[in-house]
């Protein structure tokens, strides 16, 4: 059987991935005093450690847990699920792992130019087709495909965490926090940075802004909307609402952001996802 591994930007922790037969990686973070790795400790906590002025960083897993996960499954051919290149250096560390491994050809890296909901559905197709006896080669056809198929935008509350991540220059995030404005960015075809996409007033005008762009783009039944999020669940249950009235019939899925996505978009980011079933 085809073993997949992943790490936390799928949103699957330890012992989920151990429940669907994966191996989750977790991601590194830091905060004040804290060290721990993505997904560990409430996210309540952690947001609350933020709003005391403590600022979070993040990092990709270590060589050595890759290794030690490539290593654990000799004898088994490997796919590794990795979140989008460019965005964090978990790609990297994975095809870096992969060249220490003594199990080395058995080993698939994809960079999977996504994260969060899309990388997740990802996963659990991979460790479905796995568990049916599917051939590496097949899974491997099976997320390519669906790779071309997926869009992600991010709607952050707070300009700060754009404009330090150097998204936003610090006059337009001025201007913009003075309108009042939210400000949406979406993530590149490839997969390797995050483009502003534009500002709608309030966040219900930068929801419709996304919404209005996914009928563009023929967004519906065959397709899955993930809506992620900074721990904001009314924000959602609005979202959700626009949604059911806007699309029809799709399939709606909501999962709270981790650590390392917060760290990255602020407390109370939206993260508005599809993909192709």
């Known amino acids: 059987m085809v073993q997949i591994i992943s790490d936390s930007s799928s949103l699957f922790t330890k012992e989920e991935g151990k429940e669907l037969g994966i191996i989750s990686i977790p991601l590194c973070v830091n905060i004040g005093e804290k060290d721990f790795r993505d997904l560990e400790i409430p996210i309540e906590e952690f947001i609350g450690d933020i709003r005391k002025g ?7 897993p270590p060589i050595g847990d890759v290794l030690d996960a490539y290593e654990s499954c000799q004898g088994s051919e490997i796919i590794n699920l990795t979140m989008a290149d460019g965005l964090s250096g978990t790609y990297q560390t994975a095809c870096g792992a992969r060249e220490m ?3 080395r050809e058995d080993i698939t890296v994809i960079n999977t130019r996504t994260l969060c909901g899309p990388h997740r559905y990802l996963v659990e197709c991979a460790a479905a087709m796995a568990k049916e006896g599917r051939s590496k080669e097949e899974i491997i056809s ?45 993530l590149t075809k490839t997969g390797t940075s995050l483009d502003k996409f534009g500002a709608g007033r ?17 967004v519906g039944e065959k397709d ?30 909501v999962h709270c952001l981790s650590h390392v996505f917060i760290t990255q978009g602020g407390p109370g980011c939206v993260a508005i996802q599809h993909i192709r079933r």
Do not use: C, W
Request: net charge positive; no cysteine.
């Open 202 to 218: 309030m966040l219900k005008g930068a929801v419709k802004l996304v919404f209005k762009q996914m009928k563009r783009d023929q």
């Open 142 to 186: 099976m997320v390519e495909d669906k790779i071309e198929h997926t869009k992600s935008y991010l709607i952050p509350q707070d300009f700060e965490y754009l404009r330090r991540g150097g998204r936003l220059s610090p006059t337009v995030a001025f201007v913009g926090s003075l309108l009042n404005l939210k400000p949406v960015v979406v």
């Open 54 to 60: 403590q600022i979070p960083s993040s990092s990709q």
């Open 101 to 103: 491994a003594k199990n």
């Open 224 to 253: 899955i909307l993930y809506i992620a999020h900074g721990n904001v669940p009314k924000d959602v249950e609005e979202i959700q609402e626009i949604a059911q009235r806007e699309f029809p019939g799709i399939e709606i899925r």
